[in-house]
């Protein structure tokens, strides 16, 4: 079973910079996708950054600009480098693994790590 551990969620000022660290139990050789989901109070989880292995980026427009996701596969690790960050950027971060098992196609999920940005 992977386990995925995530790191450096805090309490920041507006303005201020966070990076997020996942990583995983396992060494995934086969074509994977490492990235970072959020869910804020009341509201469904969404897509912050994606990055397959090999392949490029996917942000969602909300930090397009703000956030850099990269890997590190030696490590079998991701990061996500978040920078200007806003109040509405305060959600509990989830970093996500997905990769083909067998035949089909799996998803796993860190507990999360909280994000706090203060006006």
């Known amino acids: 079973q992977v386990q995925l551990v995530e790191s450096g969620g805090g309490l920041v000022q507006a303005g201020g910079s966070l990076r997020l660290s996942c990583a995983s139990s396992a060494s995934i050789s086969s074509d994977n996708t490492m990235g970072w989901y959020r869910q804020a109070p009341g509201k469904q989880r969404e897509l912050v950054a994606l990055l397959p292995l090999g392949g490029t980026t996917n942000y969602a427009d909300s930090v397009k600009g703000r956030f850099a996701i990269s890997r590190d596969n030696d490590k079998n690790t991701v990061y996500l480098q978040m920078n200007s960050l806003k109040p509405e950027d305060t959600a509990v971060y989830y970093c996500?693994?997905?990769?083909?098992?067998?035949?089909?196609?799996?998803?796993?999920w860190g507990p999360g790590t909280q994000v706090t940005v203060s006006s």
């Open positions: 996500y693994l997905g990769y083909i098992k067998g035949l089909r196609w799996t998803d796993y």
